[in-house]
């Protein structure tokens, strides 16, 4: 009787545990057509529809009714984009773009509502230099760098 206590108390430890981890949503990175410097396009969908955003930060969104809609990302004069992670959560698209000039490289992290593309928040990050991030519980985790995916503060900046 004693053992099956005890087994049936680690396994509730056990269990716990497990469910008490935050759940781990990576971005991946969008199709990019186009190389360098010549005049590229990034392609990504999700459930809303599909997206083709241009080097210089014009975007189009073709909705699954088949309607099209265009939008604009933040990117600066004679700045290119050079690669775009996504990840659709809680119906919003979460958007990473590192973008260069001649100058400087840097990256944006977004969060936009599907319907209207409208962006929730913008957060600007200081290097260009990013990995695919990750969405762990109310943090996106950007190459040691802590955002509220609530309002897009910097939380932790390692």
């Given at each position: 009787?004693?053992?099956?206590v ?17 759940k ?43 309607t099209r ?7 600066g ?59 762990e ?14 309002d897009?503060?910097v939380?932790?900046?390692?």
């Amino acid at each position: 009787m004693n053992k099956v206590v005890a087994v049936c108390l680690s396994v509730l430890i056990v269990v716990s545990v497990v469910t008490s981890r935050p759940k781990v949503e990576t971005f991946a990175l969008a199709d990019r057509i186009g190389e360098g410097d010549e005049r590229s396009f990034f392609l990504f969908s999700t459930s809303a529809g599909n997206y083709v955003v241009r080097h210089d930060g014009m975007g189009e969104f073709s909705s699954v009714k088949g309607t099209r809609r265009v939008f604009n990302l933040k990117v600066g004069p004679k700045a290119r984009i050079d690669r775009v992670y996504f990840l659709e959560h809680d119906r919003d698209l979460f958007l990473l773009y590192a973008v260069h000039d001649a100058n400087s490289e840097w990256a944006y992290l977004m969060r936009m509502e599907q319907a209207q593309r409208k962006a929730r928040w913008l957060t600007s990050l200081s290097t260009a230099d990013v990995e695919a991030p990750v969405i762990e519980g109310d943090l996106v985790i950007v190459k040691g760098v802590a955002v509220s995916k609530l309002d897009g503060r910097v939380v932790r900046q390692d």
